[in-house]
């Protein structure tokens, strides 16, 4: 149980294009999803926190107007890079949590900004 | 202000030796929980084990074992016999407890694992 899929697992879009990443918990409802940010040989960082039906939660240094973020049901959750740049280039893994407070990842989208 | 270093950036070791990453973590907080994860190049992240502020005891799991101590605020972790597939990266993280209504996890910047045959 508590699986957590992300579509698609990697993207690769041209300069000034947006791209949108789904996140889905699979057999469980998700309260809360997470968006984190990857590059190469670093570590996540939190980029947002998402409620169902609650406007998102940003970091700060995350852009909210270039990081849309929409958790619209109880199991899915999109982030769309909006106007994406080689420098937004990166891993980006949702993680969800149900009930509880453990939070369950999905296997992360590699987007390459070309 | 939550805290996990990692002072270990990249570890190398031959097949069959004994390894330990090692994590030290801040909080204020008196009930949070310790993660380990493993990444492999696939990029997914695995979950290792979980432990919560108020169980001390070491963890053995086939050839991985973890070692709390609360009085150094340390979480480290010993791959024992080590092989080839152990290589990746691993990242210890600290949940708080609560944080308005959920709780975040704090990662450290991850040790990579490379174990050569």
């Known amino acids: 149980g508590a699986v957590v899929s992300q579509h698609p697992s990697w993207v690769i879009c041209k300069s000034g294009t947006s791209v949108k990443i789904e996140c889905r918990s699979l057999?469980?409802?998700?309260?809360?999803m997470f968006w984190y940010r990857q590059f190469p040989k670093q570590s996540l960082m939190l980029m947002a926190t998402s409620n169902e039906g609650s406007k998102a939660t940003y970091e700060q240094g995350v852009e909210k107007d270039k990081f849309l973020i929409n958790h619209a049901s109880l199991t899915l959750s999109t982030l769309t890079v909006t106007s994406a740049h080689p420098e937004d280039s990166s891993f980006y893994i949702c993680s969800a949590t149900g009930t509880g407070y453990e939070q369950y990842f999905g296997p992360g989208t590699r987007l390459t900004v070309t | 202000a939550q805290k996990v270093t990692q002072a270990q950036t990249e570890i190398s070791v031959v097949e069959k030796e004994d390894v330990t990453l090692d994590c030290v973590y801040e909080?204020?907080?008196?009930?949070?929980?310790l993660f380990w994860y493993k990444q492999p190049p696939s990029g997914e992240l695995v979950f290792l084990i979980r432990r919560n502020s108020f169980d001390e005891q070491n963890e053995i799991s086939g050839r991985y074992s973890w070692n709390f101590q609360k009085s150094t605020s340390s979480f480290n972790f010993t791959i024992t016999a080590s092989q080839v597939v152990d290589s990746a990266v691993y990242f210890c993280?600290?949940?708080?407890?609560?944080?308005?209504?959920?709780?975040?996890?704090?990662f450290g910047k991850g040790t990579m694992l490379l174990v050569s045959p």
């Open positions: 057999d469980f409802q998700a309260t809360t």
């Open positions: 909080t204020r907080d008196t009930t949070y929980y």
């Open positions: 993280a600290l949940r708080n407890f609560m944080n308005s209504g959920y709780s975040t996890l704090t």
